[in-house]
């Protein structure tokens, strides 16, 4: 599971340490995550 404060604080980092796995997959939808994150700091 992936922490949501260290996707908040390095987005790009985790992107990119997902990508190194041995069998990289799409884990993470970067644009949708973004989105979210948008909608609950506008909600906040």
């Known amino acids: 599971m992936l922490d949501p404060q260290l996707l908040r604080k390095d987005l790009e980092g985790v992107l990119q340490r997902l990508a ?4 990289p997959q ?8 973004r989105a979210l ?3 609950r700091k506008a909600i906040q």
Do not use: G, I, S, V
Not at 20 to 23: A, L, P
């Open 20 to 23: 190194t796995r041995k069998n």
């Open 26 to 33: 799409p884990f993470l939808d970067e644009a949708a995550f």
């Open 37 to 39: 994150e948008a909608e």
